[in-house]
């Protein structure tokens, strides 16, 4: 099946600095989501990318689909304590169901 | 408001025993699906339906099964042929499965699952 590939695995910045986060996949995507996690709770859905080279913008985060339709990124500017969790993209092609990555878990240093 | 509950958030089981996970959503959703996640892993698909009275095998359904008699209810057994029970379980809606495009996934919020 499809692997994605998120790194970093994890991240420890200070409040105010601007963080990225990256996905790869094996095979090309038509759909790239992004979701939050905060501890004890679901994923909930951030942003969602649709065309190859889109870039989406919600408040602070900006996710891009990459032009060659095997990666995505999300970046935060200006970090602030709520930012705190863990981050998943997760992505599809055609009628296949959603593969999610690993995730990657944001610290905010005080 | 619209959103999906799952119930309850802390369950025990003891060994042998088989323990059902509600899920129920109200946002008039076609497809629905189970996930498992252990710590520090993402997410592994167990069952996903896309339409009532019809179900599909996931990544891991070993030990775990579904029914669909009602659209907006997903509930998931899972059984004593499941070693490894202890995870955290998410439920997840959208309003179909064929593709992902314009119909992400929607998540409640968990079951976390213990052996006593």
């Known amino acids: 099946g499809q692997q994605l590939n998120q790194s970093p695995q994890s991240m420890f910045i200070q409040e105010g600095e601007d963080v990225s986060m990256n996905c790869t996949s094996s095979s090309i995507f038509n759909t790239w989501l992004w979701y939050k996690q905060d501890p004890g709770e679901g994923p909930v859905l951030l942003i969602a990318?649709?065309?190859?080279?889109e870039l989406t913008s919600n408040g602070r985060l900006t996710a891009q689909f990459g032009i060659t339709r095997k990666d995505s990124f999300l970046n935060i500017s200006a970090s602030i304590p709520s930012d705190v969790g863990i981050y998943f993209c997760a992505g599809t092609f055609g009628n296949e169901k959603l593969t999610f990555g690993t995730g990657t878990r944001l610290t905010i240093i005080p | 408001d619209g959103g999906i509950t799952q119930s309850p958030k802390y369950l025990f089981r003891k060994e042998g025993q088989n323990v059902t996970l509600s899920c129920e959503q109200n946002?008039?959703?076609?497809?629905m699906y189970w996930y498992r996640q252990d710590p520090g892993q993402g997410l592994r698909l167990i069952y996903y339906s896309q339409i009532v009275n019809d179900f599909q095998k996931g990544d891991i359904a070993e030990g775990y099964s579904v029914s669909r008699e009602k659209k907006e209810s997903f509930p998931l057994t899972v059984t004593s042929a499941q070693k490894n029970p202890t995870a955290f379980y998410l439920c997840a809606s959208s309003r179909t499965v064929v593709g992902a495009s314009n119909q992400p996934q929607h998540f409640g919020d968990g079951t976390r699952l213990s052996i006593l």
């Open positions: 946002l008039n959703h076609d497809a």
């Open positions: 990318l649709y065309k190859a080279g």
